[in-house]
Structure formats: structure tokens, C-alpha cells
């Protein structure tokens, strides 16, 4: 091989390496500005929610969430923008969690409403029925005034008990977002049903 010839050999090498480090250039490039625009959504994404929490926590009358500062940089651009993408699609999720507990009552927001006024009207019930038993038990009708005052008690006691109820509703069953002309629903025959029967299951208790 002469001298030329060698000449021409390492040209091509030099053209061969500064192609591959062009080729590596652009490969870099491009991946580079793909990251950018990765962390460009993901910033909009961010600012996007954020604005969300600010917007629904002001409509909830409560104050937006303390937001914690930014974690250190892991050192790979790669897996930073992956642990963004995971983090914001975990924000996703619990700002949608927390748009549908907004619109539900704070006190047991994921039960049915016949649920929730159920154990309500059930808990006056119970202490109805056990007031009914004490005046039973104490309260001795020894003529007709007296009678006519136990059994106003006995019947006064499941009023009270319902109107209790449905006045403990009106406050519990309230969603912190939401027309406040909508109407409740209170369940009125259970109500009725679940303190009425109190008299009876007194009177039942009371002469067992």
C-alpha cells in the first residue's frame, strides 16, 4: 500500500468517525428535545392542577393544601421526568377523588343517603327508646291527669326523636358544594317508621 493509498484509507476513517459523531450529535439533539417538551407539558400539566386544588378548595371553603417544596434533582433527566409523569397521574387521581367528596356530604360521604339518615334517625330512636323505658319505669299514672301526662310523654318522645332526626340531616347530609336551594333527602317515612315504632318497642320492653 503506498503512501497514498494509506492517506485516502485514514480519510475515509475521519470521515467515517465525524459521520458517527454528527449521527450521535443529532441523536442526542433529539432526544434532548424531547425531554424539553416532556417537561414542558408536565409543567402545564402541574400548573394546570394546581389551579384546579386552588379553584375547587374555594368553592369548598377550606384552605388549598400545603404543597411541599420540589425533591432534589435524581441527577437523570430521564427518570426525573418519569417520576413527574407518575406523580402527576397520582395528583390526577386524587383531585378527581377529591371533586367527588366535595360534592358528597363531609359526615359518611360515600354512603347512600337512605344509609346515612337510616343510622341518623336509628341513633335518636335508640335514645327515645330508652327515655321511653325510664319515664315507664318511673312515672307512676295514679289517676287520669297523670295517665294522660304519661302517655303525652310516651308519644311526645318519638316527635322529638323524628324532628331531632330530621334536623340533624339538614346539617350532616349537606355537601360542601352545591345548590344550597337544592333539597335534601331526608327520608321522611323512615324517619317516621323508625321513631314511631319506638313506643311500641317500649311498651314491649316494659311489659316483658
Known amino acids: 500500500m503506498?503512501?497514498?493509498?494509506?492517506?485516502?484509507?485514514?480519510?475515509?476513517?475521519?470521515?467515517?468517525a465525524r459521520r458517527s459523531a454528527d449521527e450521535a450529535a443529532a441523536r442526542?439533539?433529539?432526544a434532548t428535545e424531547s425531554l424539553g417538551q416532556r417537561a414542558a407539558r408536565l409543567a402545564e400539566q402541574a400548573a394546570a392542577q394546581r389551579a384546579a386544588v386552588d379553584e375547587l378548595a374555594g368553592a369548598a371553603r377550606?384552605?388549598?393544601?400545603?404543597?411541599?417544596?420540589?425533591p432534589p434533582p435524581l441527577g437523570d433527566p430521564v427518570a426525573e421526568i418519569d417520576a413527574a409523569e407518575t406523580e402527576l397521574r397520582s395528583?390526577?387521581?386524587?383531585?378527581e377523588e377529591a371533586r367527588f367528596?366535595?360534592?358528597?356530604?363531609?359526615?359518611?360521604?360515600?354512603w347512600r343517603s337512605d344509609e346515612r339518615n337510616g343510622l341518623i334517625y336509628g341513633a335518636f330512636a335508640a335514645v327515645c327508646v330508652?327515655?321511653?323505658?325510664?319515664?315507664?319505669?318511673?312515672?307512676?299514672?295514679?289517676d287520669i291527669g297523670a295517665a294522660i301526662m304519661l302517655g303525652a310523654l310516651l308519644i311526645a318522645a318519638p316527635l322529638a326523636a323524628f324532628?331531632?332526626?330530621?334536623?340533624?340531616?339538614?346539617?350532616?347530609?349537606?355537601?360542601?358544594?352545591?345548590?344550597?336551594?337544592?333539597?335534601?333527602e331526608r327520608n321522611f317515612r323512615l324517619g317516621l317508621v323508625l321513631c314511631g315504632s319506638t313506643l311500641l318497642v317500649a311498651c314491649m320492653g316494659f311489659f316483658s
Do not use: K, M, N
Open 91 to 95: 395528583a390526577a387521581t386524587q383531585l
Open 28 to 30: 442526542t439533539a433529539t
Open 101 to 110: 367528596l366535595a360534592h358528597r356530604p363531609p359526615w359518611l360521604p360515600r
Open 130 to 142: 330508652v327515655a321511653q323505658l325510664l319515664v315507664l319505669r318511673t312515672f307512676r299514672a295514679d
Open 163 to 184: 324532628c331531632l332526626g330530621w334536623l340533624t340531616i339538614g346539617v350532616a347530609a349537606r355537601p360542601r358544594i352545591g345548590d344550597e336551594s337544592a333539597r335534601l
Open 2 to 16: 503506498t503512501a497514498f493509498d494509506d492517506y485516502l484509507a485514514q480519510l475515509r476513517r475521519l470521515d467515517e
Open 62 to 70: 377550606t384552605a388549598p393544601p400545603h404543597r411541599a417544596p420540589a
